[in-house]
């Protein structure tokens, strides 16, 4: 026996006296220990995702930095159609010399461009 603390000295102790863990929990313990790794790397992909997702967004949600815009279209020109995405607006204006296309930016409601469709001769 040992002085200092009162426990067998290891060559005390026989290959008999050590107990064989119990098999229904070293699986209880496996077991375990595979589904806090599942947590772990789904964690760990939820945030990266999550990351990934807000770095890539345009620039979040649309705000009411304006009240009224005001687009000047050319005289005699009708709609035809819009076409309305997250990050720009189509109109399809039709006039004498033939189709235009005006761009607006959703956010700040301004016109960003303009094309004029012209028919191949």
């Known amino acids: 026996m040992s ?35 599942f947590l772990l790397v789904g964690g760990a992909a939820v945030v990266i995702s999550t990351v990934i997702a807000r770095l890539s967004a345009p620039e979040g949600p649309m705000a009411r930095d304006f009240e009224l815009s005001e687009i000047v279209i050319p005289a005699g020109a009708r709609l035809v159609e819009v076409e309305n995405g997250a990050t720009r607006i189509v109109l399809h ?4 010399g033939g189709p235009i296309l005006v761009l607006l930016d959703p956010r700040k409601g301004k016109e960003t461009g303009r094309v004029r469709l012209i028919e191949e001769k």
């Open 93 to 96: 204006l039709e006039d004498k």
């Open 3 to 37: 002085q200092d603390t009162g426990n067998p000295g290891v060559t005390e102790t026989s290959s008999e006296d050590i107990a064989a863990p119990n098999p229904r929990y070293v699986r209880i313990l496996l077991i375990t220990v595979i589904l806090l790794g």
